[in-house]
């Protein structure tokens, strides 16, 4: 499979944990994407990263999240104390250049209880 | 701050009739513009792109495109129950986060056997 990965696809977290997802984008696409989607609401931009350096965060990405690509290639987002607030699907997209659209990858839903 | 526009829906047409999905968007100098297919649980997919003034045609999609009046359109024709699905509009906006894809909320289309 050549797409976007994403793993896991579902995870519920007590209030207060930490968790953290991964994605492996398509291997030529240097540009890497994470999105967050709450119900009834298009994806919103949280990071973007070309090659290993994080180029823009959101006011969206407290101090809580953190996002790496270490060498370039995979991706992590970790939530730290997560809040119900948090619940919501993590996407992660790629592109091979800007002005491109993305593939997106299947998605972490989060659920904080 | 740069927003994209759609009418939320419901939207509901028979099958074998042409379904239209609109979108506008704020920023003038916008270059490129998609189309986005979500099913219920997954994640979007990229079905149309268009770039420049006028109408793309791909299959039974059709893009259209007026930047003078910042609006593009999706038209699907002989609609099917598989295309059941919400359409998010998304927009590259100009400037330095020309990299930065910008959401509608989408339009939930239903269409009847």
């Known amino acids: 499979d050549t797409g976007v990965s994403q793993d896991p696809r579902h995870k519920i977290t007590k209030r207060g944990q930490n968790v953290t997802f991964r994605c492996d984008p398509i291997?030529?696409?240097?540009?890497l994407y994470w999105y967050r989607q709450t119900l009834g609401q298009g994806p919103e931009f949280l990071t973007y990263?070309?090659?290993?350096?994080?180029?823009?965060k959101s006011r969206l990405l407290s101090d809580r999240f953190s996002a790496e690509r270490p060498k370039g290639s995979f991706s992590t987002l970790e939530i730290q104390r997560t809040e119900q607030g948090d619940s919501a699907m993590y996407l992660c997209?790629?592109?091979?250049?800007?002005?491109?659209?993305?593939?997106f990858g299947s998605g972490t839903r989060l659920t904080v209880v | 701050q740069k927003e994209v526009e759609q009418n939320s829906g419901p939207l509901s047409v028979p099958e074998g009739a042409i379904a239209s999905l609109n979108c506008t968007y704020s920023?003038?100098?916008?270059?490129?513009f998609f189309w986005y297919r979500q099913y219920s649980g997954k994640s979007p997919e990229l079905i149309m792109s268009?770039?420049?003034?006028g109408d793309k045609e791909d299959g039974r999609f059709t893009a259209q495109l007026n930047k003078a009046s910042q609006y593009v359109s999706l038209l699907i024709r002989d609609s099917q129950p598989s295309d059941s699905a919400t359409y998010l509009c998304?927009?590259?906006?100009?400037?330095?986060?020309?990299?930065?894809?910008?959401f509608g909320k989408g339009t939930l289309l239903t269409v009847n056997p």
């Open positions: 990263f070309q090659n290993e350096a994080q180029l823009e």
């Open positions: 268009i770039y420049s003034n």
């Open positions: 291997s030529e696409h240097n540009r």
């Open positions: 920023d003038r100098v916008s270059q490129s």
């Open positions: 997209a790629s592109s091979l250049a800007t002005g491109y659209g993305y593939t």
């Open positions: 998304a927009v590259i906006h100009s400037g330095g986060s020309n990299y930065k894809l910008t």
